[in-house]
């Protein structure tokens, strides 16, 4: 009888650096390690270059979520929007400097997810259809397998902050966060 082997879903290494910078900047060193306990992941160190299986991602999240009180979803939006400078600063060369929010978000699938894809192959960012609806609303839809919209929705409020127009942008989640299509309005009130 054969062995078959199942397709485990992984996420990149800088993923989980900048999740342990996020922890670290956010509360401090041990906190990290703690969770890490909690999540029952005893391996080495994570690498910038390696491959990890999601599920470590949603056992740090779980943990952190019980240690602190805060829903996972909350979590994970915060960590999206703190991802945006790190994220930015990557693919600056990409980053037309006339963009605002709004054509950030119109370019970040053919631009930006290009880009990740092109630099590793093993990579599998979330798949976004942007929907212009007139000059003052995107509707953004989200699909991943990962359910982490959670993250999406952070990283949109993240470009607002970083274009400072985070009091013009509306970002409002309309369908429930742990779907695998979950669309999300983006609106500009300026």
Known sequence: MKEES?????MHGSIYILLKRFVEGTYDYSTWIKLLEAAGIDHAPYKIDEMYPTQ?????VTAASTMTGIPAYDLTEKFGEYLVPDLLLMYNKFINPEWTTYNMLLNTESTFHGAVKQQDGRTSPPIL???KVGEKQLLVDYYSKRRMAGVAVGIIKGIANYYQESDTVKVTRL???????????VDFLN
């Not at 199942?6 to 992984?10: E, L, M, S, Y």
């Not at 470590?56 to 740090?60: H, K, M, N, R």
């Not at 369908?175 to 309005?185: F, G, P």
Request: net charge negative; hydrophobic share 40%.
């Open 129 to 131: 259809q942007i929907k």
């Open 6 to 10: 199942i397709a485990v879903d992984r």
């Open 56 to 60: 470590e991602i949603y056992a740090i």
């Open 175 to 185: 369908t429930h966060e742990s779907e695998e299509q979950v669309q999300i309005k």
